[in-house]
């Protein structure tokens, strides 16, 4: 084996070719801004997200009747709504990245291995995940944040715990489309040991779909993190996260509608992003269709 | 002029198991290729016809090593490799490839051409270095008429033929002896049939190849072997020299498939009607008793239906497995 590298475009030239995809481009420039909101939070966030200033309970908004220090508002303890959602995108895309990353790994090696040896490996993995999909995933990491205790780690553990299944069982189907491609024989054929073939053969075919499964994914685990900070089970209340602030706006959702629309835009921008981000990958990486 | 055989297959048979223990019926077994005996001399290609699904891909598959064989040994070059293992097999994929019939599928769709025709000789070459490799490269695309620009493309770029051609040259690029061609112009146009069946022709005088040629397309048969084998359901029911098994076949089925092939003038051929079998084929999970043709014979006697008939050889290059062959016009 002198030459294990796939041979592809220059990178440059790749980049700019993903770009020229209008859902790509999109969803792309979006998380682009939300990680670099992240990196500087500290920065450009006008105010100390946690500092309370009491004579500015539930302000509204500087567009309706907002007195300006406080462009988005701030919350019913006097925070600084615009600073709280800036360092909540620290959370969401921790969560994102080191959450949906592991999981995708785990997913995919599974369902390679699955869908590629078959037998035994394939009844164990598949009935596995039939066990797995049976529990309702939220009831199911309510309780194991439960059980492991909270904070970021546990959340990180429970969606991973959790969510591979969904990796697992899509790529596993297409990888035992894949093996039965006439090309696979080919390569037996030509003498190709069989964990070579996985890799080079049918990895590369089965990489596109776990592209867009992960920033599915991301989506998802963003969500989850969102719905445990809702229920008080993510991180501690000092840490401001999306989800904890849809949480505490909820109680005064009559009086000050905003502290909890705002965290729920963010929300939902960051998850429209990826979806779309992954929506524009699986038509770029495909050769065919490109 | 007796050369040895480069392939001698022994009563290979190659069973598959469907359903499973939990499904109706429980598991059942296809009988694919059921106890096959066949030679392939040194330069010849022997073609090997057949309906669809009476097992010559299967037989082919086997013969590559692509599936285990249920039973039965497989000599190629004086070496069995029905029981050898994948990493045994390494060095006898040198020199046997296979030509495969979708040459849609057959291509790894993420791969350059150039890569896709290297993969062998860095399987069993990597000492040559990439410099070579790549030379070599240049000389099968050459080899088999595609231009040198086309090594960067992928495989979607190009035409069916085109793409047979790729399939061809990755093949070709280990220098095999024998070359199993599963049905490599049944995909393309009648047109580029052509274009491959010349390259092919072409390519065994100047590269000495033998050729194993699996099709269902009996004129393409006539035209390229040398030899024919006919299968039906799983086994050989006749083989000889291809242009006496054409014009006087022994075996009945063999005589009906002939009959099938359309000519451009009926008359001026002087043949006799065509032959219509009736009734479909068996299902190899239960093949009948005895001559496994005699549902659909038109002269199946009573000892057809509890007799299998053996191949034998009718004369120094044929055999038939039939009770009752037919007279051939000579003979007669």
Known sequence: MVDVSMPSLAPQRRLFRLAGNTRVLAGGSVLALLVLVAL?????APFDPLDQDLAAQ??????????????????????????????????????????????????????????????????????????????????????????????????????????????????????????????????????????????????????????????????????????????????????????????????????????????????LVTVLALNMLGDGLKAELDPVLR | MTVAPLLIAKNVSKCFTVGSRFSAGGVKVVHAVDDVSLEVRPGETLGLVGESGCGKSTLGRCLTRLYEVSGGEILFESEDIARKTTAQLRPMRQRMQMVFQDPYASLNPRRRVGDIIAEPLRVHHADRGTAKIAARVRELIDLVGLAPDHIERYPHEFSGGQRQRIGIARALALEPKLLVLDEPVSALDVSVQAQIVNLLAD???????????????????????????????????????????????????TQALISAVPVADVRRDGRTARIVLTGDVPSPINPPSGCRFHTRCRFAQDSCKTERPLLTASSTVRAVACHFPLATPNSA
């Not at chain 1, 500087?40 to 450009?44: C, G, L, R, S, V």
């Open chain 2, 203 to 253: 390519l065994q005088e100047r590269l000495a190849l033998t050729y194993i040629f699996i099709a269902h397309d009996l004129s393409v048969v006539r035209q390229v072997s040398n030899r024919v084998a006919v299968m039906y359901l799983g086994s050989i029911v006749e083989t000889g020299d291809t242009e006496q098994v054409f014009r006087a076949p022994q075996h009945p089925y």
């Open chain 1, 58 to 267: 539930m302000q509204p908004p500087v567009f309706s009747a907002g007195t300006g220090s406080h462009w988005l508002g701030a919350d019913s303890l006097g925070r600084d709504l615009l600073s709280r959602l800036i360092y909540g995108t620290r959370i969401a895309l921790e969560v994102a990245v080191f959450a949906a990353m592991p999981t995708a790994i785990l997913g995919t090696a599974l369902g390679l291995i699955a869908g590629y040896y078959g037998g035994v490996l394939d009844a164990i993995i598949s009935r596995l995940v039939d066990v797995w999909t049976s529990f309702p995933p939220v009831l199911l990491s309510i309780i194991l944040v439960a059980l492991i205790g909270t904070g970021l780690s546990s959340v990180v553990i429970a969606i991973i715990v959790i969510d591979w299944t969904r990796f697992c069982r899509v790529i596993r189907a297409e990888t035992v489309k894949q093996r039965h491609m006439d090309y696979v024989d080919a390569a037996v054929v030509a003498g190709l040991r069989p964990l070579t073939i996985l890799w080079r053969e049918i990895v590369p075919n089965v990489l596109p779909l776990a592209v867009v499964l992960l920033t599915l994914e991301m989506g998802i685990a963003i969500t989850v993190e969102a719905i445990l900070s809702f229920v008080g089970l993510s991180v501690s209340s000092d840490t401001p996260t999306w989800g904890g602030m849809i949480a505490e706006g909820r109680t005064v959702v009559h009086q000050a509608p905003w502290i909890m629309a705002f965290p729920m835009l963010a929300l």
């Open chain 1, 40 to 44: 500087t939070a500290t920065w450009i």
